[in-house]
């Protein structure tokens, strides 16, 4: 397996417009996790998904944040309209069962920079 | 407060010294507990578990104690090449599947 995979990796995009960022997940993966790091706050869980379903979005900063998954191979997180201090790294991660024995694969990251 | 807290650092540490240090949770239902490693601009690894009887992986050892709600990692015969942000990470029954990540300890060997 290739592992989690992140498009795009680097994404800069002026302050207004729309981003979005795309995830795959590991096969057979129950869990799909979204992340943003920041040197201030560092690795945020904005929302997470089981077996395609939002379980617990409380950590979407705002309405301008949303999140799809509309089926086990693929997820999206929006951000509409963007501004600077969205500025970070967005990171997906997925794994199966949640479980002392269970590892939260990641994908490499979309860095984001709003101008 | 935060779930999960730790001491940003960071902690330099001259090569083949031991380091430690300590991540706090502040859910008692926590149950699962783990220790990832970040590299500079890459993203976070499994480093290892934390069961609840500590344990070890080489030169890596893992302790957990529920009583005052921490668990602790330390580094013993430091290499430069563990130079790196270690992620406190824990589950909890009352939100299960929710991997909840500390800020993360940087630790810096120097030659």
């Known amino acids: 397996d290739a592992g989690v995979i992140q498009s795009p990796r680097h994404e800069v995009t002026e302050m207004g417009q729309e981003v979005t960022l795309r995830c795959k997940p590991i096969?057979?993966?129950?869990?799909l996790f979204w992340y943003r790091q920041t040197m201030m706050r560092g690795l945020e869980l904005l929302i997470y998904?089981?077996?395609?379903?939002?379980?617990?979005d409380s950590g979407m900063p705002e309405d301008r944040f949303s999140a799809k998954m509309p089926n086990a191979s693929f997820s999206t997180l929006k951000i509409q309209p963007s501004e600077p201090r969205d500025s970070a790294v967005y990171f997906c991660?997925?794994?199966?069962?949640?479980?002392?024995?269970?590892?939260?694969?990641f994908g490499q990251g979309t860095r984001l920079t709003v101008v | 407060r935060k779930e999960v807290e730790q001491d940003p650092g960071p902690f330099n540490v001259p090569e083949g010294a031991t380091v430690a240090f300590n991540c706090t949770y502040s859910?008692?239902?926590?149950?699962?507990f783990f220790w990832y490693r970040q590299d500079c601009r890459k993203e976070p690894k499994l480093l290892m578990s934390?069961?609840?009887s500590g344990n070890e992986d080489g030169r890596f050892t893992a302790q957990l104690n529920r009583a005052s709600q921490y668990i602790s990692l330390l580094i013993r015969d430091s290499k430069l090449s563990d130079s790196a942000t270690y992620l406190c990470?824990?589950?909890?029954?009352?939100?299960?599947?929710?991997?909840?990540f500390g800020a993360g300890t940087q630790v810096v060997v120097t030659p």
């Open positions: 991660a997925s794994s199966s069962i949640p479980n002392v024995n269970t590892e939260a694969f």
């Open positions: 096969s057979g993966h129950d869990y």
């Open positions: 998904f089981n077996n395609n379903v939002p379980i617990d």
């Open positions: 859910n008692s239902a926590s149950q699962s």
């Open positions: 934390v069961y609840s």
């Open positions: 990470v824990v589950i909890a029954t009352d939100s299960w599947g929710k991997f909840q």
